[in-house]
């Protein structure tokens, strides 16, 4: 049986594999490592939550999924935003994803009354797409993910 919980600091090796696990089953570069995951979730000001899905303790994790708070004023509520999401391989298709979002939406909603997640998909990744509809996700036609990454937040702090 698979068991869904909070990860804990104790955690921090397995959560790290198996996000690298779906870095690299996305082709992305990979740089959160144990001390990034270690700062964002377990520091002094947490910034990132993290559901396990574990077969056994101690064994590489069955899926996870990482998530931080949101607030929309269009939605009128917190939220909790799903950075991360991975299943493994052999857990595919057991309804592990949809339990790992579940257990998303109560975390979220116990820490921070959360009323909706939101998340982004890949558009070259046409299951992972059907997936998320058939939770009822729906796409909002005028939201488009833009990131700015170190080097741009480097440049906000240089004088205009």
Avoid at 16 to 39: I, N, P, V
Avoid at 85 to 98: D, F, M, Q, S, Y
Wanted: glycine content about 10%; proline content about 5%.
């Amino acid at each position: 049986m698979t068991v869904l919980r909070a990860a804990r600091r104790t955690d921090l090796a397995r959560l790290a594999a198996a996000l690298a696990r779906l870095s690299d089953d996305l082709g992305d570069r990979h740089l959160a490592g144990e001390a990034e995951l270690d700062r964002a979730a377990f520091g002094p000001a947490p910034a990132v939550r993290a559901v396990l899905a574990e077969v056994r303790p101690e064994a590489p994790l069955a899926g996870v999924a990482l998530f931080s708070p949101t607030f929309s004023t269009v939605e009128g509520a917190a939220g909790a935003y799903v950075s991360d999401l991975w299943v493994a391989p052999e857990g595919r298709g057991a309804k592990l994803g949809r339990r790992l979002l579940g257990a998303v939406a109560e975390e979220a909603g116990r820490l921070w009354g959360a009323r909706h997640l939101r998340l982004t998909v890949y558009d070259d990744n046409p299951r992972a797409v059907a997936f998320y509809a058939r939770l009822g996700f729906v796409e909002r036609g005028r939201d488009r993910a833009m990131v700015l990454n170190a080097k741009g937040l480097a440049a906000l702090a240089e004088p205009a």
